[in-house]
């Protein structure tokens, strides 16, 4: 079974330019998060998916982050305009949903922003 | 101050040591607990899945979670060079994950 595949595995971008992630979650699974992991540190939630409805949404930085999962399935996160705090790593993991629910990951997107 | 502390290390052991990581939370409506392990440029990848007080082995690994003491440990047996990566631990409130910072573990052959 395919795992949670993410891509661009790499992605340097200028500041002030836009940038797009794109997460597969694993198949039939509901949940899907998308993870902001700075070097040293825990994953910290942006966004959580229940199905095709964002249903926690608090950590993303409305500004310049937007997010969709048309269709409930793959998602894409978008940042405009990147700045230099932003360059980290982007991780989505899905998972089925419930109270035993258990995430996997993806590899992560690798932001560089100069 | 965080939920969820966890020293970062780093840690290094030689190889065939028995490891222990730790992890103290603050907030006691923390239902689930797991350890996941991080290599270099991968994503997390879970180790142990636990939601009650006690034990739970798999293999070199054992979990411990004391909900008392708002405290959880992943010990590792016979450690080997390959077990050289991050731990994180994390848990699980209502549909919210939160995570430590992650301990760096070298085992040296």
């Known amino acids: 079974e395919a795992g949670v595949v993410q891509s661009p595995r790499y992605k340097i971008i200028e500041k002030k330019q836009p940038v797009a992630f794109w997460c597969n979650p694993i198949?039939?699974?509901?949940?899907l998060y998308w993870y902001l992991q700075n070097l040293g540190q825990g994953p910290e939630l942006l966004i959580r998916?229940?199905?095709?409805?964002?249903?926690?949404d608090s950590q993303l930085p409305k500004d310049r982050f937007s997010a969709e999962r048309l269709k409930g399935v793959d998602s894409t996160l978008k940042i405009q305009p990147a700045e230099l705090g932003d360059s980290a790593v982007y991780l989505c993991?899905?998972?089925?949903?419930?109270?035993?629910?258990?995430?996997?990951f993806g590899p992560g997107t690798r932001l560089t922003v100069t | 101050q965080k939920e969820v502390e966890q020293d970062p290390g780093p840690l290094s052991v030689p190889e065939g040591a028995i490891v222990s990581l730790n992890c103290t939370y603050s907030?006691?409506?923390?239902?689930?607990f797991m350890w996941y392990r991080q290599y270099s440029r991968k994503g997390p990848e879970l180790l142990m899945y636990?939601?009650?007080?006690g034990n739970k082995e798999d293999g070199r690994f054992t979990a411990q979670v004391d909900k008392s003491s708002k405290y959880i440990s992943l010990f590792i047996r016979d450690s080997q060079p390959s077990d050289s990566a991050t731990y994180l631990c994390?848990?699980?409130?209502?549909?919210?994950?939160?995570f430590g910072t992650g301990t760096s573990l070298t085992v040296i052959p």
């Open positions: 993991a899905s998972s089925l949903g419930g109270s035993l629910d258990e995430q996997y």
């Open positions: 198949s039939g699974h509901n949940t």
């Open positions: 998916y229940e199905n095709e409805e964002a249903v926690d």
């Open positions: 907030n006691s409506a923390f239902q689930y």
């Open positions: 636990t939601y009650s007080s």
């Open positions: 994390a848990m699980k409130r209502g549909n919210q994950f939160y």
